[in-house]
């Protein structure tokens, strides 16, 4: 009976195992953060106006005066052996501004996409996805400084299409992707494509990537309207790297350079449709993060940005020389405090353009400068 009993058992525990190889992993994961902060002008006036509201750096997010809420994020993703799905939802004004360009939604969806990892080499996705593009990302839990710099406000957000990921080797990755015009996030309103690459290279001390984007984003002339009826844009090019690396166990450095340009495009005329007499218009800037840590719970960093619009640019400045040109100098001071899983986020931040884009604390005339203050408290879980 031994000699029968033991092969039986070995038998039955060999495939038990090998069902279990063959049976798929199910994983399901939440996480999220929410954000609060407060922010005052140090040079200028703390509260809105029946039409004027209270000056604020001309980047995303953090620009309410005061007591304010950023949004409260929940992302939820569940994978089931080499396919998989993640939900990532937004709730309140920094969600809002994250994912403007939603039509038919109420303004919760930051993303949403499935994905199949066809080897271990390859990862395909479709749905929508926050972008590539930058150093900085729309979770304020991602971010060293809280405040974002103009680079990342005035790139694109995020991307709905199908892209294709690829590792090259242990340290290169490749990904390319065929998307709708940047921002339109839940359908594609205007009939054209955009195009996206990028060429990765990470190891254990730092990364690099290169990432492009091209597509025209706001449609070609059809004589129906066409996003606004009588102009279109021609297309966007914009050339971005992002890298850092650790210099030391204490010291950080990151950097991000980025270039954008679009075309003049077309009009109506009485005469039918014509090409757009002028320059072609963007911006480009540069920005150095260096962060220091002083122990496992406190760190202070610093962002310098440099920022140009050219022939009108992105309308982020609002105010340009003759030709359409102005440019700012960013620099954000920012400490990282951490509570567990709370950080809290004192920040102090110069904003110097060459153009009075700012009003001034009487309201009686504009400045070049606007230094403010703010802290702000983003839990993650």
Known sequence: MKKIYLPLVLLFALNSHAQEEDSPTNSFKISGSVDVYARF???????NYDDIDAPAPATSFANDPGFAIGMANVIMSYETGKVGAVADLVYGPRGEDAVFNSIGSPNIVNQLYVYWNVSDKVTLTLGNWNTYLGYEVISPAANFNYSTSYMFSYGPFSHTGIKADFELSDEFSAMVAVMNPTDYTEFNPVGTYTLGAQLGYAKDTGSAFLNFLYGDQDGNLDGIGNNGGDAS????????????????????????????????????TDTGIRDIDGDDFGFYGAAVYLQYSLSDSFALGTRGEYFKEFNGGAGALGVYDADGDAGVFALTVSGNIAIGDLMLIPEIRL??????????????????????VLLAAVYKF
């Open 233 to 268: 844009a021609g297309s966007t090019f914009q050339v971005d790297l992002t890298a850092g690396v650790d210099l030391s166990d204490e010291f950080y450095l990151g950097f991000n350079t980025t270039y954008n340009i679009t075309s003049t495009g077309e009009a109506y």
């Open 41 to 47: 002008n140090l040079n200028s006036f703390n509260r």
């Open 351 to 372: 904003d110097s353009a060459n153009q009075d884009i700012f009003l001034n604390k009487d309201i009686d005339g504009t400045q070049d400068s606007l230094a403010s």
